[in-house]
């Protein structure tokens, strides 16, 4: 306990602080007929190197994984997603950017090891960490799954928002790169726009994706002309200061020629983002970087090419507002194109209170039946019926979404109680 004093009145006040975070877990696979959900709690770790910490730690974690498309992705991430949390506030990494960072790490390594058929599986993401050192809770999360907090008697804190297709936000995003939403669905099959996992949205490889690559190129190849010729001309420059002239000229006869819109696209989808670099600041334009001195001129009537065929594009589809359009496509880098679903999570930050007593992280499951001021309610009924027992509580709660409010999903549940001393 610490004792603090307001200057202004000269009064010596004590103030509690949070001690512990105890916790309850719960999941059912509902009317499912397999489970694809996964649930991951580390309930104080140690920070190791705090002196080139971004936080001093100990340290709360609570993630909800909610797989579609199979289990193999929210598997993975359960068992990952934690472990490079605390690496990178380790390694001194702020926090906000540690938890982008570790999701989009997670997305990568998953498909690194995932099998093909694996790599079509899916799984949405909400996860909190807390610092007890600064009494701060910060939720990251990508897809439907929520965190949401109970402050006083009934005040509902939701630091987040469902990354659904539908939303006007993400329907433009992936309009974008060259996608469509019709019936609230991506390419009208999946319903949420942020997951780890999913690469028939997001891997260029994906027949889906390879198909919009293909049509933005056949729609503007002297774009493409322009970024063959200046990746020739880096790999060229690469070459003459790395090997003798010799072998400069054995390299330059077997380097690939430039190639017309009509040749293998797959082999085109894995080379569009190593050829560009990010857009500029303070504007949507496709745009290319310069590697390397050699290709200046070339990148500088890139740009400006681009530009134009932006500003036409956004004039032919100035007047579009409805859920399936299908050409929008000029309004991201070039190397996002056709990456339609990302790992990139929304980071939110609260400065926790004595009044702040519960915490829920789960799937959708739970909030397609219950909003979050409701399901906050029904856990504090419930621990009051079990005389406080976590476990049965948040199992009850479930129990409750599936059979009292018709969830057909699977339902898991974290909930959590701020202990303050």
């Not at 509690?16 to 877990?25: A, F, N, P, Q, S």
């Not at 990251?140 to 939701?158: K, Y």
């Not at 909003?371 to 406080?388: E, K, P, R």
Request: with cysteine; hydrophobic share 35%; net charge negative.
């Amino acid at each position: 306990m610490s004792t603090t004093t307001d200057t202004n009145t000269n009064n010596t006040e004590t103030k509690k602080r949070l001690t512990r975070i105890e916790t309850g877990h719960a999941s059912e696979v509902g009317m499912r007929p397999t489970m694809e959900d996964e649930v991951r709690v580390v309930e104080r770790h140690e920070v190791a190197n705090a002196g080139s910490s971004s936080l001093k730690g100990p340290l709360f974690f609570a993630g909800v994984y909610d797989g579609h498309a199979g289990d193999a992705a929210a598997k993975f991430t359960g068992k990952r997603l934690h472990e490079v949390v605390f690496e990178l506030v380790e390694e001194g990494v702020e926090v906000e950017q540690a938890l982008v960072q570790a999701f989009e790490r997670t997305d990568e390594e998953f498909f690194a090891q995932a099998s093909e058929m694996e790599k079509t599986a899916g799984s949405t993401v909400a996860v909190a960490l807390v610092d007890f050192a600064s009494q701060t809770l910060w939720t990251a999360h990508a897809g439907d799954a929520r965190v949401t907090v109970r402050r006083g008697e009934s005040e509902t804190l939701s630091p987040t928002k469902d990354h659904k297709a539908s939303s006007e936000a993400e329907r433009r995003r992936i309009m974008d790169r060259g996608g469509f939403v019709v019936f609230g669905r991506v390419m009208g099959e999946l319903a949420i726009a942020r997951a780890i996992g999913d690469g028939e949205f997001k891997l260029p490889s994906s027949e889906i994706v390879k198909e919009i690559i293909k049509s933005h190129r056949e729609e503007n190849p002297e774009m493409y002309k322009q970024l063959k010729a200046k990746e020739d001309n880096d790999t060229s420059a690469s070459a003459s200061a790395a090997e003798s002239k010799s072998d400069q000229d054995d390299a330059a006869a077997a380097a690939p020629q430039q190639q017309d819109h009509t040749e293998d696209e797959e082999e085109e989808a894995a080379g569009v983002a190593a050829t560009l670099g990010p857009a500029p600041s303070g504007a949507a334009t496709v745009t290319a970087a310069s590697s390397t001195s050699t290709a200046a001129d070339t990148t500088e009537q890139t740009s400006e090419q681009n530009k134009n065929v932006d500003a036409d594009e956004a004039k032919k589809s100035s007047g579009g507002g409805g859920g399936g359009e299908s050409k929008h496509k000029l309004n991201a880098r070039l190397e996002d194109i056709g990456k339609l679903v990302i790992a990139t999570p929304d980071v939110s930050k609260i400065q926790l209170q004595e009044q702040d007593s519960l915490m829920i992280v789960a799937c959708d499951g739970l909030f397609d039946v219950l909003s979050n001021d409701d399901a906050l309610s029904a856990l504090s009924m419930h621990l009051a019926a079990t005389s406080g027992d976590l476990n049965q509580a948040t199992a009850q709660l479930v129990r409750d979404a599936i059979d009292k409010h018709g969830s057909r999903d699977n339902v898991s549940v974290v909930a959590a109680r701020f202990v303050w001393e």
